[in-house]
């Protein structure tokens, strides 16, 4: 079946960067985006950015300026280089891939900010 792995969490202080990794393996189809969730504890899970085949990208809005999605869908490897970190960035990210009408999601990595 497939799976989708993210990594590249961690604890990174206010203002610091990261960069996370996902990468989709195992699928027989063509995938039409790739992209991130995030979920805080108590909270919904929401958008991150999103990147399709055509070259399309979304970003939430409280993240726009600050963090890119790059990657190479053809290959299934996406990225999301996270910069000037907030406490409430503090989050599950979670990687998905979309095969429609099929969503493949990732375990999550754990991004915490913190001083």
């Known amino acids: 079946q497939v799976q989708v792995v993210e990594s590249g969490g961690g604890l990174v202080q206010p203002g610091g960067s990261l960069r996370l990794s996902c990468a989709a393996s195992?699928?027989?189809?063509?995938?039409?985006?790739m992209g991130w969730y995030r979920q805080a504890p108590g909270k919904q899970r929401d958008l991150v950015a999103v990147i399709t085949t055509g070259g399309r990208i979304r970003y939430e809005d409280s993240v726009e300026g600050r963090f890119t999605i790059s990657g190479d869908i053809a290959k299934n490897t996406v990225y999301l280089q996270m910069n000037n970190l907030k406490p409430e960035d503090t989050a599950v990210y979670y990687c998905y891939a979309s095969i429609p009408p099929i969503i493949y999601w990732g375990q999550g990595t754990l991004v915490t900010v913190s001083s």
């Open positions: 195992g699928s027989s189809g063509t995938i039409y985006a």
